[in-house]
């Protein structure tokens, strides 16, 4: 499974920002995806998830309201919106996947991290106020 992620970059407070995530080399029924970010000095956390076969999403309580989590199965790519973006979003944003007999919804974004498997690079998100 192969992952790279686009569309980070520096947005104005209040903004969105559309994040992309390519997937190769996976089996949609196989596998849910997923997005965390990792800011400066802080611990990488989860922000959501999709099986995307099923098309049901996970949003972490941190962003809640804010995010929309989608697949576009014709290109292969998830993809994050954020909306409203404050300072406190701004991070490495990083997409991964996990197979789908390990992934518990939204406790997959909050715990037991090692059972994604494959990472992308990462991209960068920062938010000026």
């Known amino acids: 499974v192969q992952l790279v992620e686009s569309g980070g970059g520096l947005v104005q407070a209040g903004g969105s920002l559309r994040l992309a995530c390519k997937a190769s080399?996976?089996?949609?029924?196989?596998?849910?995806l997923g997005w965390f970010r990792q800011a400066p000095g802080k611990e990488r956390e989860g922000v959501a998830a999709?099986?995307?076969?099923?098309?049901?999403?996970y949003d972490a309580d941190s962003v809640k309201g804010r995010v929309t989590i989608t697949w576009e199965n014709s290109e292969n790519t998830m993809y994050l919106r954020i909306d409203n973006l404050k300072p406190g979003d701004t991070a490495v944003y990083y997409c991964a996947a996990i197979p789908y007999s390990l992934f518990y919804g939204t406790e997959s974004l909050t715990s037991r991290e090692q059972r994604w498997a494959s990472w992308g690079q990462g991209t960068q998100v920062t938010v000026a106020l």
């Open positions: 999709i099986n995307p076969y099923a098309r049901t999403v």
């Open positions: 080399g996976l089996r949609i029924r196989d596998w849910a």
